[in-house]
DNA sequence: AAAAAAT
């Protein structure tokens, strides 16, 4: 356990007393009222409510004409959106996420015999395989990159054949394993059930046919009707072809280690050890005391004023960042200081340069200071810096930012998640990098197998903190955190960071500097809010109507199922979508959310996976068919649309029984919406956003 | 309920 390095008799920060961390009704209440004078930075004026300053702008319609001459439909025929969706899209991206792509299907598309090949023997096949790849964009990962590979081949895992040799009769037996997903599920359903035995007799039919289980009726009500699910799947697509993944990808690449070291897997609690899921209160938590920096204190202020160096600072002008932000003026001094920091920006107020840029010449400046700037490229040099996000595609954004800008100093960055063969994160590590940039579980993993060594890491991030802490989120965080090097400095971002973080200040963390935009929050954003009480049965077809329309629309949905229901209804009105949720291989999820960035298609349905972080150009339509439980939940998805000063809408769906709650959700959220009563068919017009920043 | 490692 790493020692609470908090000077001896120190209190902690007054906003991470453990006490403010109570979550209190009354407490939030008491904010709600209290007067200007005594009200906490950054919160909205407690006049806030109703209040606009501007007159809204006359009224803009999207009629039925306008929609239809916009051509959204008819569309491309469904036979076509069939191949191109399978093919398509594969060889044309011109980002990162292509290498993954690539490897993914390199470790399934070649050699499935039983052996999984030797290491060695891949690498002469991968190269072999050069000559018929034509068609694809020219390679380009970190090998080329680097030029070289001559790392010690010594400590390379075990051979595959010895592997399995060991591996073999302990396959079965394994009693202290986590359980399997089948089991989970299956558990739920009868918890659910109340009367699972039924279900899981289909299920295992399902099974023994080698079909997707059986979902819970429960999900099927969600869904709305009850077609046989596996149907559908087997027209997607979407499911053998996940499940062949998950299980190809292990064979080839899993180094070998004996099971009996393995510590029990806590990362899916197994049943016993997991509490039910019971929806907490959405409660307000008290607000950061922090350090406002004003929009205007940053006038005239570049990069280089906050200390970056001229290489940084030339990668980001390449990024598009010619001048700070407010938040990335206020973070980037400290940051090169050495102090830890917690940072608030709403939603696409970048963030991510805010901590990228200055963890980048921090490695710099402390390589220069240690003399050792001579070793940046050592092999296998342990990781410096490390950067946890919730979700794999927030980790792979992250990387697509703080990538260049390390390479604009030599810095190696890897990107460590799950989802994709370890393969080739595994080799990166043994050559060296940097900062490791990645999710959790597979970070835990590696660490695991002793791939992954942060006790070097001297700089943490942690992107979306406050998610970082919620329940299931939190215990990985912290053992990885307890790897990093003791003492290290530890960056804590969010745009809804409040005290639900003190689990970690209090115990990684010395003196934060707390750090926020002043008056900048989510609702004084170009962000127009409405919501729509609508009958659930027309749920879908409303939803359709909304997405009808040219422009980027993201659709929100509380489970996965109902996010591929939607696509299907989606798709049988003409709307061409695409989903996004955890149901789907990484290589899926990837290239949907991809289709929506090149604006190959125009609407995506994602669950909450997509709820933070994740930045596309030009959304302009939040749909939340499902309305969040949580204010943070809300203040995220909206977040995908307006950003950098764009205007967008956001619209949630509700039935006439959530009226209430909605409302209460929306306060506490400190957002203003207007309440409207729609069925099917209605002409759905919107106010103009307010344009003005 | 979703997400986060896999088998």
Redesign the pocket.
């Given at each position: 356990m790493p020692k609470n390095k908090k000077p001896a008799g120190g209190r902690p920060a007054k906003n991470f007393d453990p006490s403010y961390a109570k979550k209190s009704k009354s407490k939030q209440h008491k904010r709600a009222d209290a007067s200007g004078s005594s009200r906490k930075p950054g919160s909205r004026s407690p006049g806030h409510r109703g209040y606009r300053p501007e007159e809204a702008e006359p009224k803009q319609r999207w009629s039925r004409e306008e929609r239809e001459a916009a051509g959204r439909s008819p569309r491309r025929s469904s036979s076509s959106r069939r191949d191109d969706r399978d093919g398509g899209g594969r060889y044309d991206r011109d980002d990162r996420p292509r290498r993954d792509d690539r490897d993914q299907r390199g470790s399934r598309g070649y050699d499935r015999d039983d052996r999984a090949p030797r290491r060695d023997d891949r690498d002469r096949r991968d190269s072999g395989r050069k000559y018929d790849r034509d068609d694809r964009a020219p390679r380009r990962d970190d090998r080329d990159q680097r030029g070289s590979r001559g790392y010690d081949r010594d400590d390379r895992a075990p051979r595959r054949d010895d592997r399995d040799r060991r591996d073999s009769g302990r396959?079965y037996d394994?009693d202290d394993?986590?359980p399997?997903?089948d089991d989970r599920d299956r558990d739920?359903s009868q918890r659910?059930a109340g009367r699972g035995y039924d279900h899981d007799d289909a299920r295992k039919r399902d099974r023994d046919r080698g079909e997707r289980p059986r979902r819970d009726h429960?999900?099927r009500r969600?869904a709305g009707r009850g077609y046989d699910r596996t149907d559908r799947d087997d027209r997607r697509g979407y499911d053998r072809t996940d499940r062949d993944d998950?299980?190809g990808?292990?064979?080839n690449d899993?180094p070998g280690f004996r099971e009996s070291e393995r510590r029990p897997?806590?990362?899916?609690p197994a049943k016993d050890d997991r509490a039910p899921?019971t929806?907490e209160d959405d409660v307000v938590l008290e607000r950061l005391q922090a350090e406002a920096i004003t929009a205007d204190a940053v006038e005239g202020v570049t990069f280089a004023d906050l200390g970056l160096g001229g290489n940084i600072v030339r990668s980001l002008r390449d990024l598009g960042a010619e001048h700070p932000f407010p938040i990335q003026a206020a973070t980037i001094p400290v940051v090169l200081e050495g102090r830890d920091v917690l940072g608030r920006g709403r939603t696409g107020s970048g963030k991510t340069i805010a901590f990228g840029a200055p963890t980048v010449e921090r490695l710099m400046q402390m390589w220069a200071a240690k003399g050792k700037a001579g070793e940046k490229r050592k092999l296998g040099r342990a990781p410096r810096a490390l950067i946890l996000a919730?979700?794999?595609e927030l980790a792979l954004q992250i990387d697509r930012t703080v990538q260049p800008i390390a390479q604009s100093v030599g810095l190696f960055t890897t990107q460590v998640?799950?989802?994709?063969p370890?393969g080739r994160q595994v080799g990166a590590l043994q050559r060296g990098v940097d900062i490791v940039i990645?999710?959790?579980?597979?970070?835990?993993?590696l660490i695991?197998q002793r791939r992954l060594d942060l006790s070097e890491v001297e700089i943490t991030v942690l992107d979306e903190a406050d998610h970082m802490c919620?329940?299931?989120?939190l215990e990985p965080v912290q053992r990885i955190l307890r790897r990093t090097r003791e003492g290290g400095q530890k960056l804590l971002f969010s745009a809804t960071l409040d005290t639900g973080v003190a689990a970690l200040v209090d115990e990684f963390l010395v003196d934060p500097a707390v750090h926020e935009v002043a008056g900048e929050d989510q609702a004084s954003g170009t962000i127009e809010h409405r919501v729509l009480v609508i009958r659930n049965d027309q749920k879908r077809d409303i939803v359709a109507q909304l997405a009808a329309r040219p422009g980027k629309t993201l659709v929100f949905s509380?489970?996965?199922?109902f996010a591929e229901d939607l696509v299907e209804h989606l798709e049988d009105r003409g709307v061409f979508a695409v989903a996004l949720?955890?149901?789907l291989n990484q290589a899926r999820r990837t290239r949907n959310l991809q289709q929506l960035t090149s604006g190959k298609v125009d609407v995506l349905v994602a669950?909450?996976?997509a709820a933070r972080g994740i930045h596309v150009d030009d959304i302009d339509l939040v749909i939340q068919a499902d309305a969040p439980?949580e204010y943070k939940t809300y203040l995220h998805r909206s977040g995908r649309t307006g950003r950098a000063g764009k205007r967008g809408v956001v619209v949630t769906l509700i039935p006439r029984g959530r009226h209430r709650r909605m409302t209460e959700l929306l306060e506490r959220a400190e957002i203003e919406a207007e309440f409207d009563e729609f069925a099917r068919g209605d002409e759905f017009t919107i106010a103009a956003a307010d344009a003005s920043e």
């Amino acid at each position: 356990m790493p020692k609470n390095k908090k000077p001896a008799g120190g209190r902690p920060a007054k906003n991470f007393d453990p006490s403010y961390a109570k979550k209190s009704k009354s407490k939030q209440h008491k904010r709600a009222d209290a007067s200007g004078s005594s009200r906490k930075p950054g919160s909205r004026s407690p006049g806030h409510r109703g209040y606009r300053p501007e007159e809204a702008e006359p009224k803009q319609r999207w009629s039925r004409e306008e929609r239809e001459a916009a051509g959204r439909s008819p569309r491309r025929s469904s036979s076509s959106r069939r191949d191109d969706r399978d093919g398509g899209g594969r060889y044309d991206r011109d980002d990162r996420p292509r290498r993954d792509d690539r490897d993914q299907r390199g470790s399934r598309g070649y050699d499935r015999d039983d052996r999984a090949p030797r290491r060695d023997d891949r690498d002469r096949r991968d190269s072999g395989r050069k000559y018929d790849r034509d068609d694809r964009a020219p390679r380009r990962d970190d090998r080329d990159q680097r030029g070289s590979r001559g790392y010690d081949r010594d400590d390379r895992a075990p051979r595959r054949d010895d592997r399995d040799r060991r591996d073999s009769g302990r396959r079965y037996d394994r009693d202290d394993r986590a359980p399997r997903r089948d089991d989970r599920d299956r558990d739920r359903s009868q918890r659910v059930a109340g009367r699972g035995y039924d279900h899981d007799d289909a299920r295992k039919r399902d099974r023994d046919r080698g079909e997707r289980p059986r979902r819970d009726h429960d999900d099927r009500r969600v869904a709305g009707r009850g077609y046989d699910r596996t149907d559908r799947d087997d027209r997607r697509g979407y499911d053998r072809t996940d499940r062949d993944d998950r299980r190809g990808y292990d064979r080839n690449d899993r180094p070998g280690f004996r099971e009996s070291e393995r510590r029990p897997s806590t990362y899916f609690p197994a049943k016993d050890d997991r509490a039910p899921y019971t929806p907490e209160d959405d409660v307000v938590l008290e607000r950061l005391q922090a350090e406002a920096i004003t929009a205007d204190a940053v006038e005239g202020v570049t990069f280089a004023d906050l200390g970056l160096g001229g290489n940084i600072v030339r990668s980001l002008r390449d990024l598009g960042a010619e001048h700070p932000f407010p938040i990335q003026a206020a973070t980037i001094p400290v940051v090169l200081e050495g102090r830890d920091v917690l940072g608030r920006g709403r939603t696409g107020s970048g963030k991510t340069i805010a901590f990228g840029a200055p963890t980048v010449e921090r490695l710099m400046q402390m390589w220069a200071a240690k003399g050792k700037a001579g070793e940046k490229r050592k092999l296998g040099r342990a990781p410096r810096a490390l950067i946890l996000a919730p979700t794999r595609e927030l980790a792979l954004q992250i990387d697509r930012t703080v990538q260049p800008i390390a390479q604009s100093v030599g810095l190696f960055t890897t990107q460590v998640y799950g989802g994709v063969p370890q393969g080739r994160q595994v080799g990166a590590l043994q050559r060296g990098v940097d900062i490791v940039i990645g999710t959790p579980g597979r970070i835990e993993d590696l660490i695991e197998q002793r791939r992954l060594d942060l006790s070097e890491v001297e700089i943490t991030v942690l992107d979306e903190a406050d998610h970082m802490c919620d329940l299931g989120f939190l215990e990985p965080v912290q053992r990885i955190l307890r790897r990093t090097r003791e003492g290290g400095q530890k960056l804590l971002f969010s745009a809804t960071l409040d005290t639900g973080v003190a689990a970690l200040v209090d115990e990684f963390l010395v003196d934060p500097a707390v750090h926020e935009v002043a008056g900048e929050d989510q609702a004084s954003g170009t962000i127009e809010h409405r919501v729509l009480v609508i009958r659930n049965d027309q749920k879908r077809d409303i939803v359709a109507q909304l997405a009808a329309r040219p422009g980027k629309t993201l659709v929100f949905s509380r489970t996965r199922a109902f996010a591929e229901d939607l696509v299907e209804h989606l798709e049988d009105r003409g709307v061409f979508a695409v989903a996004l949720h955890g149901d789907l291989n990484q290589a899926r999820r990837t290239r949907n959310l991809q289709q929506l960035t090149s604006g190959k298609v125009d609407v995506l349905v994602a669950t909450d996976v997509a709820a933070r972080g994740i930045h596309v150009d030009d959304i302009d339509l939040v749909i939340q068919a499902d309305a969040p439980d949580e204010y943070k939940t809300y203040l995220h998805r909206s977040g995908r649309t307006g950003r950098a000063g764009k205007r967008g809408v956001v619209v949630t769906l509700i039935p006439r029984g959530r009226h209430r709650r909605m409302t209460e959700l929306l306060e506490r959220a400190e957002i203003e919406a207007e309440f409207d009563e729609f069925a099917r068919g209605d002409e759905f017009t919107i106010a103009a956003a307010d344009a003005s920043e």
